[in-house]
């Protein structure tokens, strides 16, 4: 003990001996991704040919990747003390742009989705995704029980609050969105060591939640149906019906922004569930049918183990969502199942194992919460997107971090993946004596000073 006292004294007044790196298997896992991002979307954006439009996706993913890493770069100089001012401004960011969007929003398949920024298509609910997940990291550090070890019940309460409300609003923006920030966001409350009590009590919220929506639900859809008239059908199959009756209430007219996709989720679960194998549909090509679906199966089918080798594809040119929402599949197609899709598989998987191990080492909670936030952001949506792409999962729209074509989807992730090197790059560093360097710790502020309670995990 005596020996290490004098080690950490010696490091304390040299602090020239620490060498501050970050974690290289994360490195690796990114620019493996992002490698094959240019290589499949330059490939899947053949659909576009025909438009003459050759190069203009795969200049359009350099120019998001770049300026991605630059993002990335810059926040993994930056100490993860500094977080909670950046914090402060994303969400500041996120609500103008959810308050925009509900306002004056692109509407897509029934659902405000994005805003038009310098002609650039910007997504609100990717930013807020950032949002949920660095603000419960707050939450959930500073209101610590100092004799448990865990959660308080005031921070537990501020968390589950903060999560349930804004779900909600994710609503707007699709289910597949607001499903997301609610499964990253209740993950991170276990690792922030919740009591029995507090789980218990979770469980009992959801199911009141769930109610709730129901409820809300079989009141609507009689007044949709005699709104939208003979347009019922166009609303299940997704596309919302832009028909309002005359006179009709400013509250309803929000109550529909909110729960008006409820019939497009109920066909699409209706559809996964459906005892009639998909093969034997017949094709559909209309807005919401079946195309897509049919398409990346056979993308999948067509590239066996080995794939048939890069650019050349033979549904890309048929699949319109090809270089975002099915990009998977098409990874699958060219690459094959074992040098392709295990390869980004098991990118993901060392992402969330990292970031666990990473976790486990840091001294406060700050860090290791919102490292496991950043994490799980990542790697749930990866997940969800690879388990629509070969049917596990019901369909929805959802971008492959760092590989499909999308600026907000990219640079979003790029901070996220920036604020998890920055962790490991400041929290468990090690120096030439192989002895973390967590004396910075004494720099945070007084409420940030809690110790992790994700060490036992």
Known sequence: ????????????????????????????????LCAISLIEVFSAGTFYLKSGEVYSTISDQVLYLVTGFVFLFLIERWHYKNFRTLMYVVVVLSLG?????????????????SV?????????????????AMVLAYILSIMQDKERGGISDKGYCAAVIFLVVLTVILLTQG??????????????????????????ITL??????????????????????????EDTELVAE??????????????????????GRMDTWKNRLADYNDTIPEYKKPTSYDVGGNSQEHHAYMAIANGRSLGVGPGNSRECSRLQLAFSDYIYAIVLEELGLWI?????????????????????????????????????MICYQAFYHMGIAVGLL???????????????????????????????????????LKIRTIEDDSELPDDMKFDNPSINF
């Not at 310098?118 to 990717?126: M, R, Y």
């Not at 997704?238 to 729960?259: C, L």
């Not at 909670?365 to 799980?376: E, H, P, Q, V, W």
């Not at 074509?405 to 920055?422: F, H, N, P, Y």
Request: net charge positive; charged share 15%.
């Open 97 to 113: 742009l959810l308050v925009y969007s509900f306002i004056a929003g692109e509407s897509s398949n029934g659902a405000t989705r």
């Open 340 to 376: 392709g899709g295990l390869l980004v598989l098991a990118c993901y998987l060392g992402i969330i194992i990292r970031a666990c191990f990473i976790s486990m080492k840091c001294k406060n909670a700050y860090a290791s919460i919102l490292m496991m936030g950043m994490a799980l």
């Open 204 to 229: 009992g919220i959801v199911g009141v939640f769930v109610g709730i929506l129901l409820g809300i639900n079989s009141i609507l859809a009689p007044q949709s149906s005699e709104v939208a008239g």
């Open 175 to 200: 289910g597949s969105n607001a499903l997301l920030v609610f499964l990253v966001g209740a993950t991170m409350i276990l690792f922030a060591k919740p009591s029995f009590k507090q789980i218990f």
């Open 394 to 432: 019901p369909v929805s729209g959802q971008p492959l971090p760092f590989i499909s074509k999308g600026g907000t989807s990219i640079w979003v992730m790029s901070s996220a993946m920036g604020i998890m090197l920055s962790i490991s790059r400041y929290a468990v560093e090690k120096d030439r």
């Open 238 to 259: 997704g596309v919302a019906s832009e028909s309002v009756e005359a006179g009709e209430s400013p509250v309803m007219e929000m109550m529909g922004k909110f729960f």
């Open 116 to 132: 038009s920024i310098l002609g650039k298509s910007v997504q609100p609910a990717e930013f807020c995704k950032l949002m949920s």
């Open 1 to 32: 003990m005596e020996e290490e006292e004098k080690i950490h004294e010696e490091r304390r007044r040299n602090k020239l001996k620490i060498k501050y790196t970050s974690d290289w298997t994360l490195w690796v896992c990114y620019i493996i």
